[in-house]
């Protein structure tokens, strides 16, 4: 059968988003996506979706994502929860990372390698050559990589194609908000729907899809953390201008 994998989003444990888990069942059923990846920021999936990941037909894949010194890195299929010195800091570092997703039992997933723009598309290239070993996978489609780099999912397919082995390749929307989920999967032929059958799915042919970034998404999220962190009237006000920035992107981006 063939099955869509949205492999990257987050839930309320997310400083930046309010999605629930029941939520985002909901979201990805009335979107037609077959499993999701819970990957919250610094924080491993609850254990409840490691007790029960089916709902409603939904699969929900317990994940996590890590801010490291050399980006950000995905945790995939996680067979038991992972925790790493610092996470509790917002950074640790990538080798620590990887060696725990792959201890518990997961893969260890490079996010949306290009989506920033403090570094050049070299020094990106480059310093994913430099890890290339403590990687599994690529994010080569993330639905919000493009708010800066509008090749940025391309890049992250060639980087892909660099490797000196074979690498998996994933799709993910990376949604923040419950109208983002299922803007970027990849199709799978699996003959259930498992994460075992999923995850093994992962290696054949597949069909990445990736849709526009939302950009009022991109606002609505930067307010979420604002409030979680009881930010301060000057925080707001420069949320003013970048939230009109995203409208008029917005706005760009319905004429192209």
Not at 111 to 132: D, F, G, K, M, W
Request: hydrophobic share 40%; proline share 4%; aromatic share 6%.
């Amino acid at each position: 059968m063939t099955y869509r994998l949205d492999l990257h989003l987050h839930t309320e444990a997310s400083p930046d988003s309010r999605v629930t888990l029941a939520q985002a069942v909901r979201k990805a059923k009335e979107k037609h996506i077959d499993a999701i990846a819970v990957c919250d920021h610094n924080r491993c999936a609850p254990q409840e979706v490691f007790d029960r990941p089916l709902r409603g037909g939904v699969l929900l894949l317990p994940g996590v994502e890590y801010s490291t010194e050399a980006g950000h890195l995905l945790g995939l299929f996680l067979r038991e929860r992972v925790a790493v010195p610092g996470e509790e800091t917002g950074r640790v570092r990538l080798a620590d990372a990887s060696a725990a997703i792959r201890a518990a039992g997961g893969i260890a997933v490079l996010a949306h390698p290009y989506e920033l723009t403090q570094r050049s598309v070299e020094e990106i290239s480059a310093r994913i050559a430099e890890n290339e070993f403590l990687l599994d996978g690529v994010e080569i489609c993330n639905s919000r990589a493009t708010k800066k780099r509008r090749n940025a999912n391309d890049l992250a397919r060639a980087a892909a194609e660099r490797f000196s082995r074979p690498v998996l390749t994933t799709a993910g929307s990376d949604a923040h908000t419950k109208r983002e989920i299922g803007g970027a999967y990849v199709e799978v032929e699996a003959e259930r729907l498992t994460a075992d059958a999923l995850r093994a799915a992962l290696a054949s042919p597949l069909s990445h899809h990736c849709g526009k970034c939302c950009h009022t998404a991109l606002a609505q999220s930067r307010l979420t953390r604002l409030r979680t962190a009881n930010a301060g009237p000057r925080s707001y006000l420069k949320w003013c201008v970048y939230a009109g920035l995203c409208l008029l992107r917005a706005v760009k981006g319905w004429f192209q």
